[in-house]
């Protein structure tokens, strides 16, 4: 199948804070460059947007992408993907975000996972970015130096592409299947805050409603901005949306696995590409 016969290239993604999304959104305009054809965009991220099936078919691209949760994909995500998003001989590229920690296996999942899904995965990448928990990780990522390493994948992916060598058979590095990361504490001892949740300065909130609208979880109630009824799965949507600087974690396994982060993980990762 070569790439005339295909009609649209699909930016898929997952994307709480808009990583991803900028991310696989740059690889899709450099693909259309070369090939030539439309892009669209579709988002899983809110509660609403994941109340549908994304079916494709074998006349379409489709740049899949999600930020990497404790070395995998998003646990919360996994069954959505896994069920809910149909290849039927689409061709696809998987791309991971990381927060300049490791993408671990994140990549590989995705890539069996995908191919599982009935898609023919012909390029994988796993692309480092700002820390969401703290700027300061991985400050400035992806860098212009980075963006050309990634449109450089791109452009190999795209070519592939076009001239119908549409091979899945890649070498991915990691585990598959695999467990998830264990956060560390400065003390370098594992520390648990899965019930942690976003805290409000009272006297800042101005209950616009942006941290309940954008919670990918629904997990914020409209009523009431400082409640969180939901399950937080930490992306720190809330705190990076709130204009009046309002949402907060306090949590002390969090803030001492964040500084952890900070004190080993600042230097620049490097990331993986496979076409």
Known sequence: ????????????????????????????????????????????????????????????????????????????????????????????????????????????????????????????AAVPTEHVFLEDIGHGRPSSQDMVVVLDFAEKAARKIQEGNLSDELSVPGSYPAPYYIPLGVDNQPVQFLKAKPETHQELCDSCGACARRCPMGAISFEDMSLVPGICIKCQTCVKICHTKAKHFTDQAFLSHVQMLANNYTRPAEGVFVV
Do not use: W
């Open 1 to 124: 199948m070569k790439g005339t016969q295909f009609k649209r290239i699909v930016v898929l993604y997952f994307s709480p804070t808009g990583n991803a999304r900028k991310v696989a959104t740059k690889i899709g305009e450099k693909i259309s460059q070369i090939l030539q054809l439309p892009v669209e965009h579709m988002s899983f991220t809110l509660p609403k947007e994941r109340e549908k099936e994304f079916v494709f078919g074998q006349d379409d691209i489709v740049i899949c992408t999600t930020p990497v949760y404790a070395g995998r994909l998003p646990n919360k995500m996994l069954p959505f993907i896994q069920e809910n998003i149909k290849g039927n001989g689409a061709v696809a590229i998987t791309v991971n975000v990381f927060g300049n920690r490791n993408y671990d296996n994140a990549p590989i999942e995705f890539y069996n996972e995908m191919k599982k899904n009935g898609f023919t995965v012909v390029a994988v």
